[in-house]
């Protein structure tokens, strides 16, 4: 079976599959077959199918949908491309490096709300100003060493 449907074969020939075996040119065992998926995922599939052509809507073959709660607003957005790309491109005493705690609390400051640093550190990656380098992940500095059960020596 492999990759997920999406990803293995395009849209218009599912929706052809689907469209031949609702005309009863095609069997479901071929149709099955050349889906490369199980009987009941066939007619999950072709309940959807079903139901957007019913509704007008547009068929997918997968079902993450974009969701706004997901999404800051256009105007945060556009500040945070703004700085993102200053930092990026233009910001000589950063260099390209990105500070997100400080970046999260001059948008607090901004806008009037907490953000996350996890957050915006997401929408760098997502949106390409941001990728994180091996070389900026440091080794982990072993402070203590227990030699045995209870007994603590410096380094």
Excluded at 90 to 113: I, P, S, T
């Amino acid at each position: 079976m492999g990759d997920q449907i999406h990803r293995r074969l395009p849209k218009e020939f599912v929706q052809e599959v689907l469209e031949a075996f609702n005309e009863r040119r095609m069997t479901e065992q071929l149709a099955c077959e050349l889906l490369g998926v199980k009987r009941a995922r066939f007619y999950r599939m072709r309940g959807d199918w079903l139901k957007c052509v019913m509704k007008g809507k547009e068929f997918r073959l997968w079902n993450r949908q974009r969701s706004d709660f997901h999404r800051y607003s256009e105007e945060i957005e556009e500040w945070l491309h703004e700085e993102l790309r200053y930092i990026r491109e233009d910001a000589d005493l950063y260099r390209g490096r990105f500070n997100f705690a400080f970046l999260a609390e001059l948008a607090e400051r901004e806008f009037q709300r907490v953000f996350s640093r996890n957050s915006l550190r997401l929408f760098a990656l997502r949106h390409g100003y941001y990728h994180a380098l091996p070389e900026e992940k440091e080794k982990v500095y072993t402070r203590f060493e227990v030699s045995g059960p209870g007994v603590i020596s410096a380094r």
